[in-house]
């Protein structure tokens, strides 16, 4: 892939694909889940055959409000062209830390020190893609015209309020889903809090013959909805540091208070999933290109570690999925400011 590398910062500085990285920190285990993996349907964009669906010659892939943090702001663009006229485009997300040299002689052994160094990078641009996902895409009502906001008399937060009914909500949302799409639900995601809340519900502590030990576990409710196990996915680390703040409360939810059914699959030209994440490049699994070269400039020298997605997530049936907009009402103490985002 020669045309993606002259976009990158340092590529006039011997710039290589450095493969070994990211299989390193896939080996070692960086713990931590990332809830795009689990809503997006994957697409690498190689060949011609994988030309978006219903996408004429004319048409680009267009990035939705994504603003990929960098170094230097905004990174840029990045055009690819398997055959003309046809033309994907997709948005640069990327991160870069510069490590001293002097770090590789102190560290215990080599591969410690190579999870070290890449963790960090490849931990961030992961956050930025689980923002686009999450916070830019999923939950932008513009995009998702699939939705509703709960009013405060059916917030799953108003515990004492008659019109407050987890249970019920979700298997409706389910449903709708289904008529409107005709096809399986790939995931029902909602935050750790949320789902405590529907957990905890009276109405649903009242339907002793629906829980187990007193609360509602997810494999129940998967099969009071007739979901596939594992379908309800409840979001315990999409969790990311707020700008400017600190101490407590300054972390946030990505999924916030909202709650979202979404359908999935492979790409098909009659697909009817609400959409897929387009991407070039990857190490494994992951749309992410990591680099490295070496800083000459900087005292002792020093190695740049940068790791580079190009990547578009991409709504394509928004009827396909519903958002329940404010299931719970963020502003509550318990939440801790925690759902805000």
Known sequence: MPPLFSSLNGSLRGLHTDKLLPWILKDRGV????????????????????????ASA??????FEAQPMGPEGLLDRVSWNPATPISYELQTFGLEAMIPSVYNTAADAIW???????????DRVNLRLEYAAVVQTLRNAALMTFNTTLVAAQQWSNRGSPDSYPIDDVMTWVRFVREEANRPIARVY??????????????TLARRDVTAWGVLTTERLEE????????????????????GLSGVGAKRYFG???????????????DFSFGHLYYLGGSGEDPLV????????????????QVTSFAHFLVEEPTAAFVAFNAVNPALTRFRSMLSA
């Open 31 to 54: 713990p931590r889940s990332y809830a795009w993996k689990e809503l997006w349907s994957g697409v690498a964009v190689d060949k011609l055959t994988d030309l978006i669906a219903r």
């Open 256 to 270: 916030g208070p909202d709650v979202m059914v979404l359908t999935g699959g492979g790409p098909t030209r009659g």
């Open 190 to 203: 909602m935050t750790a809090p949320t789902w405590q809340e529907a957990a905890q519900h009276p109405t």
């Open 58 to 63: 004319d048409q680009q892939i267009t990035l």
């Open 224 to 243: 009071i909805c007739r979901l596939d196990k594992g379908t309800i996915y409840v979001d315990d680390y999409g969790i990311y540091k707020a700008p």
């Open 112 to 122: 410690d020190f190579a999870e070290r160094q890449g963790a960090f990078v490849v």
């Open 290 to 305: 990591v680099l490295r070269y070496p800083e000459y400039r900087v005292a002792r020298f020093a190695e740049v570690v």
